[in-house]
């Protein structure tokens, strides 16, 4: 987990409010990602960036937005469109999206929905 | 698509046993495999990866993997089993034609009986 911080660890939200939960790392690394974690489906892909100010749709973008306007931080914001939101979330970040490049992960954050 | 594939879900092996988390892939070109540990609410943790060479791969913790072309399998090894290996593993295949991103299989439960 060392490099890659989320906040907050738990999050709870409303029904109809989105909530944006936060990605830094000090890794120097170009790539970021964030996926989503159900128990028994592995991990999805929601977004990922390459580079500051550009970002392109995963698996299951539906219902998420994100931003990349510094190259440390990679928000992702939960919209009220997503219907089942509640889930754990995982940030990474790689050096490039080099086929051989290792992504490194964030401790997580417990999003649920009230 | 890239996909990757692990039959099993959970693994049950006694404290200093070896253990054996399955693995089988289906790619498109050369397969870069990966594997990761993940103990509960964490994020994951990078074990190691195959990218080419030998295809006995060393990585952390005293787990290794070997990749095997003719079966298309990148079984997770570690000799003598502890208590504290008891988490949930993750493979993952790099997917080429979707910008290099990483494709997971759902995960194997192992649990380490002392």
């Known amino acids: 987990d060392g490099g890659i911080t989320q906040s907050p660890k738990y999050l709870f939200r409303k029904e109809g409010q989105n909530v944006t939960l936060s990605c830094e790392q000090n890794?120097?690394?170009?790539?970021m990602y964030w996926y989503r974690q159900d128990p028994g489906q592995g991990l999805r892909l929601i977004y990922y960036?390459?580079?500051?100010?550009?970002?392109q749709k995963g698996d299951i973008a539906e219902g998420y937005s994100v931003s990349r306007e510094k190259k440390e931080s990679f928000p992702l914001t939960v919209t009220s469109a997503q219907k089942n939101p509640t889930a754990f979330y995982l940030c990474?970040?790689?050096?490039?999206?080099?086929?051989?490049?290792?992504?490194?992960f964030g401790p997580g954050t417990r999003l649920t929905v009230l | 698509a890239q996909s990757v594939a692990q039959p099993e879900d959970q693994v049950n092996v006694a404290e200093g046993n070896p253990l054996t988390v399955k693995c089988t892939y289906s790619?498109?070109?050369?397969?870069?495999l990966f594997w990761y540990v993940q103990y509960p609410n964490r994020g994951l943790q990078f074990l190691l990866k195959?990218?080419?060479?030998?295809?006995l791969v060393k990585g952390s913790y005293g787990f290794e993997a070997e990749f095997n072309k003719s079966q298309t399998s990148f079984h997770l090894k570690k000799p003598s089993a502890l208590v504290s290996d008891s988490a949930l593993y993750f493979c993952?295949?790099?997917?080429?034609?979707?910008?290099?991103?990483?494709?997971f299989g759902k995960g194997n439960q192992v649990v380490v009986i002392p």
């Open positions: 990474a970040s790689s050096f490039t999206l080099g086929e051989a490049d290792t992504q490194y």
């Open positions: 890794l120097n690394h170009d790539a």
């Open positions: 960036s390459q580079i500051v100010n550009d970002f």
């Open positions: 790619v498109s070109g050369n397969p870069y």
């Open positions: 195959y990218i080419t060479g030998d295809n």
């Open positions: 993952a295949v790099r997917d080429p034609y979707g910008n290099n991103r990483l494709a």
